[in-house]
């Protein structure tokens, strides 16, 4: 299988014997864990490795997660699943907000961390060429790239998908709870505080003016739907 | 003022005439007697009345309130009008004792000028009659042609002694009718006639004593108008020896004009002190209100949460001792409620370090359990059921640690609420989703009615969902296989789930103790079942953040139903649920005993208890007659309480239950409907109450 040619997985938590569990697990998955346990040195160590993703617990010491995660978002889109110790409200919605596409709650299952990790690498198989259109937006599918008027905007590889989910389909209303499923690969419903953010985010880097949306749709009470083009 | 104590009496006579409609019983007969016939005037006069008080009413209306809450105002008036009062009283005095001292001494000074005037006019006619007795035989008619000029000459003679000080009057003497020279004279253009009072003339009349009394002058020329005056006279003979009345008028013009300026003086410095005294009683109530109001305005402040509020405190008197208790309160509510916040927030922090803390080893322990137990067919039976163990406690300890943690998050009041409008379907349908292979394993079908209309409620979707699984899974869990009904409605301002199942059902005062932390209905089979000990309580916790209620109700033996009331919107108070805490088919709604026989009178006593006690069994008496025939629409007014607490009254009471939309309820629809047996509202209402309001 192509996703599991790039395993390569950066781990950044400072308790080691967290950190060791986690290798164990992600070998055993077939995945290529590597270790860094600082704040300060994850950017560079994210530069060293190349990671296909990146594992980010919150409380580093040094730089902290949220700041770790936005230097990393700031140079590349590779995928970051956050793992954190608190699931309230505001810890999540700034991790997210600070460019992390997925996040884990601790104590979580291998399985379920596995899961996640791989449903982050899944986008990665090549995609058919397919040209898309939404607003005036112009999507290449399989270049991966967004246009508007020839200027091409750089999104993450999440954002994308969710764009692409939503321009695949521009007649439906998407619910918070279908996108979670198409986009983030989860099979039953989650925190759709996800979705939010990232549409946020997206909408942040697409749209001409992001308080009045014209891209990506708010249908009040159902979910999200594409603009019309 | 005067209109608070005169509106009631029309009032009182309107209210009367209806009051016997109520009424019932031989009281009211006399009441009806005493309407009709006695009353009957006032009962026609009064509406009239009161729209006449009501409309003088209105206008004084604020004033009245004014007067009510400003002290300044009424201490200035009450000043006013009293010092009013003191000054007008000093007046009258003042005045009085002013004219008795100037008309003492006038009357003195008149007496003696009369006294002397009379004199010279006895001497006169004295020294007259010893010449005209030398005459004596002279006619009649020049003795009385002399007496006319001596007349005349006494009259300008006394008179010209006190030129514009007095006049002098001569009058006949009553009975005297010999008419022609004994006519009366006057000084001074005076009208004797009118200027002398009759009484006065009456009282020296025959007798030889000086009388006196206070008069008006009134002269022959009308354009001098009259005067006051004191008038003295004297009956005295001519010196033919016959009686007349001789008067001397003292004007009282000067006394007059003195007691006028004295008046007017006093008129001035009494509008003047009152004046004064009004703005001095102004100043001085400020001293005192200002602080005060002052004190009142910034008590509001603090109550409205700004601490750092303090009173301004200048000098050391009683206002500033008050300024300075005031603050120094001020000052520790301040710091004891930083103390609580601090607590609070460090509550919080620990909530959090413990939660992160705890959490890191336990990921890595599950994990490593988790990895044990993927591997236990390798290892021998013990190991291998070691590591089964182990996986199992490991995720009870982490639902434990989870519900813990999620407890004290309430408790430290950092629970926060992501209320937006969803559709409670489709909740349930997520949450009976996620409970069917429980209720497969446990034999049980879960069936929701009530879903064929959207019911929208603004509220947390994660909280709600949690909530309902807590009820679901444990009406799965204690329903021993029976059916459960999940059961949705909307109406009013409220949304509702109820969860019915058909277990072993609630002991009597376990309807509230469910809700309690770690309470388990057996402690002898505690154990087995699994669950925290803490759903329910997180459950009460979130439904109380929505606003919401969470009750619960069961009979033992005959199931329960645990029930989430939610209000539409957020932050709107609850007044009542759209589903009736006690289902349709609960065995006393049924009414059937434990038996299963249907109830009859003699059974009532040995009706099994409801949950929180049967004290409403013989109010639900006469109801229980009527038949239930009840109608599948909503009376929306009737809603709030579904009886629950509003009224103790049959009527009322059963309105509030057919409220209720009829929803189809388990299978025993022909025996509730002809079992009329009720709810007695005080038993939802304590529930309620007392879940609700821990």
Redesign the interface.
Known sequence: MMSFMKGRVLVVDDDTALAEMLGIVLRGEGFEPSFVADGDKALAAFRETKPDLVLLDLMLPGRDGIEVCRLIRAESGVPIVMLTAKSDTVDVVVGLESGADDYVVKPFKPKELVARIRARLRRSEEPAPEQLAIGDLVIDVAGHSVKRDGQSIALTPLEFDLLVALARKPWQVFTREVLLEQVWGYRHAADTRLVNVHVQRLRSKVEKDPEKPEIVVTVRGVGYKAGPS | MSGDSAAPAPGGTGDRTGRPVGRTGAGSRWGRLLDGGLLHGGVQGSPVLRLFLRWVRRPLLPVMRLWRRNIQLRVVVTTLLMSLGVVLLLGFVVIGQVRNGLLDAKVKASQSQATGGFAVAKQRADEAATATGEAASTTDGRSSQNVIQWMSDLVSSLSSGGQGAFDVVTLPAAGDDSGGGRGPRASGGVDPTASVPEELRARINGSMVAAQSYARIVYKDSDKGSQPALVIGKQVNDPNGDPYQLYYLFPLSQEEKSLSLVKGTLTTAGLFVVVLLGAIAWLVVRQVVTPVRMAARIAERLSAGRLQERMKVTGEDDIARLGEAFNKMAQNLQLKIQQLEDLSRMQRRFV?DV??EL??????????A??IHEAREDFDSVTARSAELLADQLDRF?SLLADLLEIS?FDAG?A?L?AE?IDLREVVH?VVG?AEPLAERKGTRIRVVGDQQPV?AEAD??RVERVLRNLVVNAVEHGEGRDVVVKLASAGGAVAVAVRDYGVGLKPGEATRVFSRFWRADPARARTTGGTGLGLSIALEDARLHGGWLQAWGEPGGGSQFRLTLPRTADEPLRGSPIPLEPKDSRRNRGLDDAGLPRGEEKRATVPVQATGDRTASARGPIASRPVAVPPTADPTALPGNGARVVPRPASDARGQEAVPAVETAGNGSEGSAAPERVGPRDVTQQGEASRGR
């Open positions: 959090s939660s992160h959490r890191t080893p336990l990921t890595t322990v599950r994990m490593a988790d990895v982490e998050r950092a926060a992501e409008p997520r996620g929208v979707a994660r």
